[in-house]
């Protein structure tokens, strides 16, 4: 039993870079398009929604709406970077392209290659928020150094919904299934967790439920830095992001060794 | 155990309840070329992956480079390379990436890979093709990329999975002659086929199977020497009862295959007197092969 759970684990601290330039040397070739398609959603969002419904909303907690938007399509973004980058392209490399398989002929346990793919989608999802950071930064709707502060909280959303949809594809039989995921769990949680306008309009229950779910997490500790201000429970916070990034990564890595090593 | 390079002892894998793999022994001995013999379905895949650790046996020991398997498949895989049976390169790289890509798996630094590449783009006969796109090339080449990048980690042992399958005669070869090659420089080998052909030509010994079960093990020609030992008969085109009763006196044994007969017979001039004036007949004369072997000894031809 303890060896079973050896190779479902990463052989060390290091195996999973290998895995991550794999991914990075592919992601080189396609750069462009590759963050054109990520961006473009959260900055239509955010100009779309903020110009837009700015208007009638007027202000918001105390900020332009288009500034408390900006805040949460950065923590959006880079929960739809890791989700999309998983649910399609590792569950590609895991099952249809064969990748993994010719990973684990080599010296790489499964733990080394789900722990290489997570990181590399929490990298692109660093990408992706950062780059909106950047924007609202620049456009005057955030302080610059408060970019700073939001960058490791951005890797940190990344890597929970990395590691969250990892537990899908462990699961799902197809392609089909991962819609029952975007529609069912991402989608409402766009709504549900203050992204586009405070939980505080929601009904208690649903204020309730908000609570957990990782991106109310993560727009918490983003957008009172991104609007100047001091969040609360921030060890709080970061421990909840914590617990969805750690946890979904053994489960998903014990169920991908039942299904790849039977 | 130096000289031991692969040891199977009783193990049976079961896939609910269906056995595939069953109470199996053998021993590879470094520097030879095995060959697992059998039909698909008869558990060649599945003794490939567990070899690699990658499929747990439900009874039976396995020792791969002196290493316990799969309590240690991680350390033994160091020394293994892989071909496995369907290609899975990056087609969206070029084929010096491949290797690039490959060796990292397995520790090198981007200079030690970039060190041992030209002698494997030489050894696939790649070298014009270093810096095309992996989804441009053809089955053949892309089949010796495989087995080139097999070799990236200078390993003891291959273990290959249908090598050839899906390629043209041609291609297969090429892939022949390379594999020699690597058996003239003292690697070890084993491969599942189901090509007698490629049995006979590279193996030093080879394991038949049939639904998971050992039916026989041995060197090509011994095993061709034992189970025939003549020369064979093939006729084609008339009515195998007739045919068989007219001939039987003359002839060891008869095998029935569809509508042809392979008669073993001591002396082929007897047969072919008796078969004198038959309109229509198509008779074949050649020397024993592992096809007959398996013919014998499971009552059917190899289906592919």
């Given at each position: 039993m303890g060896e079973r759970f050896a190779a479902a684990l990463p052989a060390n601290a290091w195996n999973w870079i290998a895995v991550w330039r794999r991914n990075h040397l592919a992601w080189k070739k396609v750069a462009f398009a590759s963050m054109l398609g990520t961006l473009a959603d959260p900055m239509i969002y955010l100009f779309g929604l903020g110009t837009g419904l700015g208007l009638l909303v007027g202000r918001i907690e105390g900020a332009s709406y288009i500034a408390f938007l900006a805040a949460g399509?950065?923590?959006?973004?880079?929960?739809?970077?890791?989700?999309?980058?998983?649910?399609?392209?590792?569950?590609g490399r895991m099952r249809d392209q064969g990748t993994w398989e010719a990973i684990l002929h080599t010296q790489l346990t499964l733990g080394d290659i789900v722990l290489g793919e997570l990181t590399w989608a929490a990298t692109k999802a660093f990408l992706a928020g950062t780059t909106i950071a950047i924007v609202a930064a620049a456009l005057g709707y955030a302080a610059w150094t408060s970019v700073l502060y939001v960058l490791p909280v951005i890797a940190l959303t990344g890597f929970a919904f990395a590691s969250l949809a990892m537990l899908v594809i462990a699961l799902a039989p197809s392609y089909h299934y991962f819609i029952f995921y975007q529609t069912l769990v991402i989608t409402p949680m766009l709504f549900l967790s203050g992204a586009v306008f405070p939980v505080g309009q929601l009904p208690g229950v649903f204020q309730q439920i908000a609570a957990f779910s990782p991106l109310a997490n993560s727009i918490d500790l983003i957008r009172p830095v991104m609007l100047g201000r001091l969040g609360d429970n921030v060890g709080l916070h970061i421990g909840a992001l914590c617990m969805f990034a750690v946890l979904p990564f053994f489960v998903s890595a014990g169920l991908f060794h039942r299904r790849l090593m039977r | 155990m130096s000289n031991v390079a692969i040891d199977l002892t009783g193990v049976t894998k079961l896939f609910g309840n269906k056995l595939v793999v069953d109470g199996l022994s053998f021993t590879v001995a470094s520097g030879e070329c095995f060959g697992l013999l059998g039909p698909n379905g008869a558990g060649k895949s599945t003794i490939a992956r567990m070899l690699l650790g990658m499929t747990r046996p439900d009874a039976g020991d396995i020792t791969v480079l002196g290493l316990?398997?799969?309590?240690?498949?991680?350390?033994?895989?160091?020394?293994?390379?892989v071909v496995p049976q369907f290609d899975n390169l990056d087609l969206e790289f070029t084929v010096r990436e491949n290797l690039l890509v490959f060796g990292r798996y397995f520790g090198m630094s981007t200079r030690e890979i970039n060190a041992v590449i030209p002698r494997l783009l030489e050894f696939a006969r790649l070298e014009s093709k270093a810096d095309s796109r992996v989804g441009l090339l053809s089955g053949g080449m892309k089949r010796r990329l495989t087995l080139a990048r097999a070799l990236i980690n200078d390993p003891q042992l291959l273990v290959m999975d249908e090598p050839t399958t899906g390629l043209d005669p041609h291609a297969r070869h090429l892939i022949w002659e390379r594999l020699r090659f690597l058996l003239a420089s003292g690697k070890t080998i084993i491969l599942t086929?189901?090509?007698?052909?490629?049995?006979?030509?590279?193996?030093?010994?080879?394991?038949v199977l049939e639904r998971g079960r050992k039916i026989a093990e041995g060197s090509p020609h011994a095993l061709i020497d034992e189970y025939i030992g003549c020369n064979v008969i093939e006729i084609f085109g008339g009515n195998p009862q007739e045919l068989i009763s007219l001939i039987r006196p003359?002839?060891?044994?008869?095998e029935v295959s569809g509508e042809t007969l392979f008669c073993y017979a001591p002396d082929p001039e007897d047969?072919?007197?008796q078969l004198r004036?038959?309109?229509?007949?198509?008779?074949?004369?050649?020397?024993?092969?592992?096809e007959d072997v398996f013919l014998r000894l499971t009552g059917r031809e190899m289906e592919k």
């Open positions: 399509m950065v923590a959006t973004s880079a929960m739809t970077a890791s989700t999309f980058e998983t649910i399609y392209a590792v569950f | 316990p398997v799969p309590a240690r498949s991680r350390l033994a895989r160091k020394g293994i390379g086929t189901h090509f007698m052909e490629e049995a006979e030509r590279l193996c030093d010994r080879l394991c003359y002839v060891q044994r008869i047969v072919r007197i004036g038959r309109a229509g007949l198509r008779i074949l004369e050649r020397p024993p092969s592992l």
